[in-house]
Nanobody
Framework: QVQLVESGGGLVQPGRSLKLSCVASGFNVGAYDMSWYRQAPGQARALVAD??????KRKTVARGRFTISRDDDENTVYLEIYKVKPEDTGVYFC???????WGQGTQVTVSS
């Protein structure tokens, strides 16, 4: 059974960094494209970053203040957010398009 479980969210002060985790089961994250989405209050879910499959066990892709990375040994995808801003607030979801599967999401609230 394909499953994604996110963690690492919470209340964080502006300017800090935050690292979210998405542990996968039922498939190997290294073999599939993976992505992180954010759903801000009252808005639709929007793509934050994605990472393709590759022959490397670990891969990192930077997208501005966001860095998505993958560790095949841990079967986990990470999203690191640098210098968080209030507009980063929302529920962050992990997604594997090939299986049309989403995690339950993890709430990130940026506030002083």
């Amino acid at each position: 059974q394909v499953q994604l479980v996110e963690s690492g969210g919470g209340l964080v002060q502006p300017g800090r960094s935050l690292k979210l985790s998405c542990v996968a089961s039922g498939f190997n994250v290294g073999a599939y494209d993976m992505s992180w989405y954010r759903q801000a209050p009252g808005q639709a879910r929007a793509l934050v970053a994605d990472i393709g499959s590759s022959g490397f066990k670990r891969k990192t892709v930077a997208r501005g203040r966001f860095t998505i990375s993958r560790d095949d040994d841990e079967n986990t995808v990470y999203l690191e957010i640098y210098k968080v801003k209030p507009e980063d607030t929302g529920v962050y979801f992990c997604h594997v398009p090939s299986f049309a599967t989403w995690g339950q999401g993890t709430q990130v609230t940026v506030s002083s």
